[in-house]
Nanobody, 124 residues
Framework: QVQLVESGGGLAQAGDSLRLSCVASGRPFSLYSMAWFRQAPAKEREFVAVINRSGSRTDYTDSVKGRFTISRVNAENTVYLQINSLKPEDTAVYYC?????????????????WGQGTQVTVSS
C-alpha cells in the first residue's frame, strides 16, 4: 500500500510562506484522495485541506481559506500544501493522509494511510 513522507516544515515568522510536500510510494498515487491535517500542542487533530484524485476538486477548513493551497502532481506522486501569510496559530504538526475510496472527507477516520508528520512553528 501507499507510504507517505512529509517534508517542508520548519521555523518561520508570521507572514512568511512555507510549502509542505508529501511524497507517496507504493500503489498508484492517483487512486487516492489526499488530505492535510494538523495537530497543535494539547489540541485535537484537525482537518486542513483535501484534494480529489485528479486534483479537480479541493476543500479547505474556513480558517485557512485564502492562505493555504493544496495541489498534487500525480506524475510525481506528490501532494503539496502551500501556506502563505503564516500565523502563530498555524503552529502544529502537519500530516498528510490518503483515502483509497477517493472521497474528499474532512473526517480523519476516513483516511487509512498517514505520514509521520512535519512540524511547522510560527513565531510572532
Amino acid at each position: 500500500q501507499v507510504q507517505l513522507v512529509e517534508s517542508g516544515g520548519g521555523l518561520a515568522q508570521a507572514g512568511d510562506s512555507l510549502r509542505l510536500s508529501c511524497v507517496a510510494s507504493g500503489r498508484p498515487f492517483s487512486l487516492y484522495s489526499m488530505a492535510w491535517f494538523r495537530q497543535a500542542p494539547a489540541k485535537e487533530r484537525e482537518f486542513v485541506a483535501v484534494i480529489n484524485r485528479s486534483g479537480s476538486r479541493t476543500d479547505y477548513t474556513d480558517s485557512v481559506k485564502g492562505r493555504f493551497t493544496i495541489s498534487r502532481v500525480n506524475a510525481e506522486n506528490t501532494v503539496y500544501l502551500q501556506i502563505n501569510s503564516l500565523k502563530p496559530e498555524d503552529t502544529a504538526v502537519y500530516y498528510c493522509a490518503a483515502d483509497r475510496s477517493g472521497q474528499t472527507s474532512r473526517t480523519d477516520t476516513a483516511y487509512e494511510i498517514w505520514g509521520q508528520g512535519t512540524q511547522v512553528t510560527v513565531s510572532s
